[in-house]
C-alpha cells in the first residue's frame, strides 16, 4: 500500500497533524518526516515529542548527491519514482514531507 503524504509550509499545521496522529494511536514507527535542513527536521521531532519519526537520520548508504538519497527513501516506503520526483521538487523549495505508512490515517490528515 501507498503511504499517505502531505505537504507542509507551515510548522505548527504539521505539529497539529503529528498530535492528531498520535491521539490517534498511530504509531512513531509509521510516521516519517522529510526535509532539505536535517537541523529543522529535527527541530520539528522535538517540538512534536516524538522519537524515530525524523527520516532525514535513516542512512540508507552511499549517494553522493541529496536528491538520490531522497529518492531512494521515498521508494523504500513505496512512493512510486515520478511521485517522488513531485516531493523532491516540494523539498527542494523548503516544504517539509510527512509520511504516514499506516493506512487507517486516510482521510484523517486534509
Known sequence: M?????????????ETDVNTLKDQGISQKDIYILSSDEAHTAEIVEQTELENINYNRKDIGGYSYKEDEFLRKLEILNITEIEAEKYIKEIKQGKVLLIVTDQRIKGVLK
Open 2 to 14: 501507498n503511504p499517505v503524504v502531505k505537504v507542509y509550509t507551515n510548522e505548527k499545521d504539521l
